[in-house]
T-cell receptor, first 115, second 112 residues
Framework: DQQVKQNSPSLSVQEGRISILNCDYTNSMFDYFLWYKKYPAEGPTFLISISSIKDKNEDGRFTVFLNKSAKHLSLHIVPSQPGDSAVYFCAAIPLGGAGSYQLTFGKGTKLSVIP | DTGVSQNPRHKITKRGQNVTFRCDPISEHNRLYWYRQTLGQGPEFLTYFQNEAQLEKSRLLSDRFSAERPKGSFSTLEIQRTEQGDSAMYLC??????????FGSGTRLTVV
């Protein structure tokens, strides 16, 4: 059972336009959500996160939106740059109780930014 | 500190052989995690250490897998009698309690 779902395996966007990556989750115990970026042959690199008490967090070109009632979050990248081309993983973690140290990842979305 | 270091980067082994991977976390991090990523999937949790104590093991971790973190520093992950299904990227991460994870670059295992 996939508790964190990224339903789009790939996304292509023109340079300078907005990239929107989506993520849905099913576990109500998740309190904290993260986005990781991964290049081939490298480990995931932390990008941005959001707590369940917020609905938006912004860091430069990256903004994460959380709709807790819909159990949905999205990552917006604007403007998109060719260097943003990578696989993006959505991850979630419960902050307390069992499994509070475990990240649960989605399957990832491969973003290609076309120059 | 150069981050989380994993060795080797690549390992090719014959089915049935034993393999061992090493992870050197960020020195002040008390938590260490092992994840496995197969093709087309996100990383999946395998096991977790707080200092030298192994506090949780996933059901993915069969009896052929064992992990250690002697003295709460580096960690090793051993796979005995490897099978083709063990082929994956094995990722190590470390963190402070309540802090963000830092992942290593992983060890890619190919079982032939």
């Amino acid at each position: 059972d996939q508790q964190v779902k990224q339903n789009s395996p790939s996304l292509s966007v023109q340079e300078g336009r907005i990239s929107i990556l989506n993520c849905d989750y099913t576990n109500s115990m998740f309190d904290y959500f993260l986005w990781y970026k991964k290049y081939p042959a490298e480990g995931p690199t932390f990008l941005i996160s959001i707590s369940s008490i917020k609905d938006k967090n912004e860091d430069g070109r990256f903004t994460v939106f959380l709709n807790k009632s819909a159990k949905h979050l999205s990552l917006h990248i604007v403007p998109s740059q060719p260097g943003d081309s990578a696989v993006y993983f959505c991850a979630a973690i419960p902050l307390g109780g069992a499994g509070s140290y475990q990240l649960t990842f989605g399957k990832g979305t491969k973003l290609s930014v076309i120059p | 500190d150069t981050g989380v270091s994993q060795n080797p980067r690549h390992k090719i082994t014959k089915r049935g052989q034993n393999v061992t991977f090493r992870c050197d976390p960020i020195s002040e991090h008390n938590r260490l995690y092992w994840y496995r990523q197969t093709l087309g999937q996100g990383p999946e949790f395998l096991t977790y250490f707080q200092n030298e104590a192994q506090l949780e093991k996933s059901r993915l971790l069969s009896d052929r897998f064992s992990a250690e973190r002697p003295k709460g520093s580096f960690s090793t992950l051993e796979i005995q009698r490897t099978e083709q299904g063990d082929s994956a990227m094995y990722l190590c991460a470390s963190s402070l309690t309540g802090g963000s994870y830092t992942f290593g670059s992983g060890t890619r295992l190919t079982v032939v």
